[in-house]
């Protein structure tokens, strides 16, 4: 369950490096990558490269965090590109009346979309992807109806104290920055301090036995997916701070960066085992090589794709040969 | 039929659920023709139906590779992708002769199927996960091929998008081929079989002997084939390769029609006839909507729904 609950006592040594290398393989890599930018491009480890990439990080983050939850009960949603952008637009529109409404109004539209993803999940039993592939496709309906089919954009007041959530800095750090940590602490102590985060685990690792253990299965369920659209809709709203408007495009593909940054972190896309750090770790990694990439100049977007697609199967071979080696051994 | 229901016992009511389930779609396109005759002005002429029928074509020969896929408790996310690569390869190979272009362009297809079936036959890897990382590196890679659009001057590919026989249009009656030769290997190949019982069940089937890791790669090259034979019949039509935007969200359509044609998503089942009639209700509703003067978006909104109505009916008649 648990990572470290999870190395039975006088593991062999193959073995505990194969979950050494799930575990910290991501960091592993992430240092070898910030180590060869630095050393290739002068133009790295500058102060505003480092953070520009964090603040941008940010975003992806907080939509990666909800997704850990879902991953680790052994689900997955495919909704969070849309509803990032229909927070987003949310949000701008909600600004002109108050930082509370430019805040509560996309929470409480993406959480009610998660929440209906959760209960037709949990409650009826249908399969995840579809639920929230449908809930993808509405809420983008949704996103392009309130925005006269995606040509009207909703700008937010520069001056406000929506804008400086987005914009604003602590220590030189930006805002989103802040946030983003803040949040990644409180998602790691719930998942592993909280009775909550027990069963969240519990129901990842074997459904049935879970529920005769006690655990509130449906209830773990639909809480995730509300977790996720909550993250979703906080992560488009924060975006929306930080471009002074509500961008209608964002979001498609944010799906797969966000499933991509949990599986590379070290959670396993069958449920049961992961890590919140490792998604930060994830989204990191993803950040540097895009970078990397742009850095490079010549190659372009197209090369993004390509590079991040055969980076994802990369992830998810290595994941389960080593998976398979502890099993075996 | 709500008389029955309301005075019924449970037998009755599950009979009726399994006549939805398998017949619903069918219903659902007939409710819809007689709506729009009713209802819309000038739908009732050959031109118009032409037309409907045209654009359905390339979401048809995608759902039938998405069909197989989903037969063998798998799916195929990639397939928006490779039409997007076929229609670069198209373009690339055009100068060699259409039928050398159209050749590479399906190959192009088959290949990231086999990559398709190999992350998910060899690695273990959930369909889902091995085509979302196709889907990215393939819009990726038709990108890097093509850069942006370009127009497609060739009299054969012309032809081929717009030319009929008898007054039905070549794509038509590609598709309506392709429907089917699919349903044929389905039902009566040693193949069809073999995937159905994997799609049962995969343990079964390994201790039954069958090649399991051959067949589920032969499912992810037809799937990937298909979406290349859509990807080029759709440049054709179009008389333009655009990398960009072709086959967007298409591997929503085509699970939308398969899924809504009765094929269970658990696998083991694959219902043909279903899926042409899923793809021609999804294309209805498109047509309704917007010969209404209703917005694209309600479109999306309106396909979300009979997605999720046509899988609540699915999991009903799963419980009992």
Same mark, same amino acid.
């Given at each position: 369950?648990?990572?470290?609950?999870?190395?039975?006592?006088?593991a062999?040594?193959?073995?505990?490096?194969?979950?050494?290398?799930?575990?910290?393989?991501?960091?592993?890599?992430?240092?070898?990558?910030?180590?060869?930018?630095?050393a290739?491009?002068?133009?790295?480890?500058?102060?505003?490269?480092?953070?520009?990439?964090?603040?941008?990080?940010?975003?992806?983050?907080?939509?990666?965090?909800?997704?850990?939850?879902?991953?680790?009960?052994?689900?997955?949603?495919?909704?969070?590109?849309?509803?990032?952008?229909?927070?987003?637009?949310?949000?701008?529109?909600?600004?002109?009346?108050?930082?509370?409404?430019?805040?509560l109004?996309?929470?409480?539209?993406c959480?009610?979309?998660?929440?209906?993803?959760?209960?037709?999940?949990?409650?009826?039993?249908?399969?995840?992807?579809?639920?929230?592939?449908?809930?993808?496709?509405?809420?983008?309906?949704?996103?392009?109806s309130?925005?006269?089919e995606?040509?009207?954009?909703?700008?937010?007041?520069?001056?406000?104290?929506?804008?400086?959530?987005?914009?604003?800095?602590?220590?030189?750090?930006?805002?989103?920055?802040?946030?983003?940590?803040?949040?990644?602490?409180?998602?790691?102590?719930?998942l592993?301090?909280?009775?909550?985060?027990?069963?969240?685990?519990?129901?990842?690792?074997?459904?049935?036995?879970?529920?005769?253990?006690?655990?509130?299965?449906?209830?773990?369920?639909?809480?995730?997916?509300?977790?996720?659209?909550?993250?979703?809709?906080?992560?488009?709203?924060?975006?929306?701070?930080?471009?002074?408007?509500?961008?209608?495009?964002?979001?498609?593909?944010?799906?797969?960066?966000?499933?991509?940054a949990?599986?590379?972190?070290?959670?396993?896309?069958?449920?049961?085992?992961?890590?919140?750090?490792?998604?930060?770790?994830g989204?990191?990694?993803?950040?540097?090589?895009?970078?990397?990439?742009?850095?490079?100049?010549?190659?372009?977007?197209?090369?993004?794709?390509?590079?991040?697609?055969?980076?994802?199967?990369?992830?998810?071979?290595?994941?389960?040969?080593?998976?398979r080696?502890?099993?075996?051994? | 039929?709500?008389?029955?229901?309301?005075?019924a016992?449970?037998?009755?009511?599950?009979?009726?659920?399994?006549?939805?389930?398998?017949?619903?779609?069918?219903?659902g396109?007939?409710?819809?023709?007689?709506?729009?005759?009713?209802?819309?002005?000038?739908?009732?002429?050959?031109?118009?139906?032409?037309?409907?029928?045209v654009?359905?074509?390339?979401?048809?020969?995608?759902?039938l590779?998405?069909?197989?896929?989903?037969?063998?408790?798998?799916?195929?996310?990639?397939?928006?992708?490779?039409?997007?690569?076929?229609?670069?390869?198209?373009?690339?190979?055009?100068?060699?002769?259409?039928?050398?272009?159209?050749?590479?362009?399906?190959?192009?297809?088959?290949?990231?199927?086999?990559?398709?079936?190999?992350?998910?036959?060899?690695?273990?890897?959930?369909?889902?996960?091995?085509?979302?990382?196709?889907?990215?590196?393939g819009?990726?890679?038709?990108?890097?091929?093509?850069?942006?659009?370009?127009?497609?001057?060739?009299?054969?590919?012309?032809?081929?998008?717009?030319?009929?026989?008898?007054?039905?249009?070549?794509?038509?009656?590609?598709?309506? *081929?392709? #429907?089917? !030769?699919? &349903?044929?290997?389905?039902?009566?190949?040693?193949?069809?079989?073999? @995937?159905l =019982? +994997?799609?049962?069940?995969?343990?079964?089937?390994?201790?039954?002997?069958?090649?399991?890791?051959?067949?589920?790669?032969?499912?992810?090259?037809?799937?990937?084939?298909l979406?290349?034979?859509?990807?080029?019949? *759709?440049? #054709?039509? !179009?008389? &333009?390769?655009?990398?960009?935007?072709?086959?967007?969200?298409?591997? @929503?359509? =085509? +699970?939308?029609?398969?899924?809504?044609?009765?094929?269970?998503?658990?696998?083991?089942?694959?219902?043909?006839?279903?899926?042409?009639?899923?793809?021609?209700?999804?294309?209805?509703?498109?047509?309704?909507?917007?010969?209404?003067?209703?917005?694209?978006?309600?479109?999306?909104?309106?396909?979300?729904?009979?997605?999720? @109505?046509?899988?609540?009916?699915?999991?009903?008649?799963?419980?009992?």
């Amino acid at each position: 369950m648990k990572p470290s609950d999870d190395e039975p006592t006088g593991a062999s040594r193959s073995e505990r490096v194969s979950a050494l290398a799930q575990q910290h393989g991501a960091l592993v890599t992430l240092v070898v990558a910030v180590i060869a930018a630095s050393a290739s491009f002068d133009t790295f480890l500058t102060g505003d490269n480092l953070e520009n990439m964090a603040v941008s990080s940010a975003f992806l983050a907080v939509v990666a965090l909800g997704m850990t939850f879902v991953i680790i009960t052994g689900g997955i949603d495919l909704s969070v590109g849309s509803l990032f952008a229909l927070g987003g637009v949310l949000a701008a529109w909600g600004s002109q009346y108050g930082t509370a409404v430019a805040l509560l109004l996309p929470l409480a539209v993406c959480g009610l979309i998660g929440l209906v993803n959760g209960l037709l999940i949990a409650r009826s039993r249908l399969a995840p992807f579809i639920v929230t592939l449908a809930a993808m496709l509405g809420a983008r309906g949704i996103l392009l109806s309130i925005t006269d089919e995606g040509s009207k954009t909703y700008l937010v007041d520069k001056d406000s104290f929506f804008a400086t959530l987005g914009q604003g800095k602590v220590f030189g750090i930006g805002a989103p920055v802040w946030i983003t940590l803040v949040l990644f602490v409180a998602g790691a102590v719930v998942l592993r301090r909280s009775r909550f985060g027990q069963y969240v685990y519990a129901v990842g690792g074997n459904e049935d036995a879970a529920a005769l253990m006690g655990a509130p299965v449906a209830r773990t369920k639909v809480t995730v997916y509300t977790i996720s659209g909550l993250c979703a809709g906080l992560a488009g709203a924060l975006n929306a701070a930080w471009l002074v408007s509500g961008v209608t495009i964002l979001g498609s593909g944010m799906e797969l960066e966000a499933i991509s940054a949990v599986v590379i972190g070290g959670t396993l896309l069958t449920g049961g085992f992961g890590f919140i750090s490792g998604s930060l770790v994830g989204v990191l990694l993803l950040k540097v090589i895009q970078n990397v990439i742009n850095q490079i100049g010549s190659l372009d977007s197209a090369y993004q794709q390509v590079v991040s697609g055969a980076f994802l199967a990369l992830v998810v071979i290595a994941q389960t040969w080593l998976g398979r080696r502890r099993r075996v051994l | 039929m709500t008389d029955l229901a309301l005075g019924a016992k449970a037998a009755d009511r599950e009979r009726i659920l399994r006549f939805l389930q398998n017949y619903g779609v069918y219903l659902g396109v007939a409710v819809l023709l007689l709506l729009n005759i009713a209802l819309t002005p000038h739908f009732l002429s050959a031109e118009n139906f032409r037309t409907q029928a045209v654009q359905v074509a390339p979401v048809l020969i995608v759902a039938l590779g998405m069909a197989l896929a989903i037969g063998s408790e798998g799916v195929d996310l990639s397939v928006g992708s490779v039409m997007a690569l076929s229609t670069s390869l198209l373009s690339l190979y055009l100068g060699y002769g259409t039928w050398i272009a159209v050749i590479v362009a399906v190959i192009g297809g088959a290949v990231i199927g086999i990559a398709n079936g190999s992350l998910i036959a060899f690695i273990g890897v959930q369909p889902i996960v091995a085509t979302l990382a196709l889907m990215v590196a393939g819009r990726g890679l038709a990108l890097v091929l093509l850069p942006q659009l370009k127009d497609v001057h060739d009299p054969t590919m012309a032809s081929l998008g717009s030319g009929a026989v008898l007054g039905i249009p070549y794509l038509v009656l590609i598709a309506a *081929a392709l #429907a089917l !030769l699919v &349903a044929f290997v389905v039902r009566r190949t040693t193949f069809g079989r073999q @995937l159905l =019982a +994997i799609g049962d069940s995969r343990p079964a089937a390994r201790l039954a002997g069958l090649p399991v890791r051959r067949v589920l790669i032969l499912v992810y090259v037809c799937s990937g084939a298909l979406a290349a034979i859509a990807g080029v019949l *759709a440049t #054709a039509r !179009l008389t &333009a390769s655009d990398p960009t935007s072709l086959g967007n969200l298409m591997e @929503l359509s =085509a +699970i939308t029609a398969v899924v809504v044609g009765g094929t269970p998503l658990s696998g083991g089942r694959v219902r043909i006839g279903g899926t042409v009639a899923g793809a021609v209700l999804i294309q209805l509703l498109t047509a309704t909507l917007i010969k209404h003067d209703l917005p694209p978006s309600w479109t999306q909104i309106a396909q979300a729904v009979v997605i999720i @109505l046509a899988v609540y009916a699915a999991r009903e008649r799963g419980k009992r």
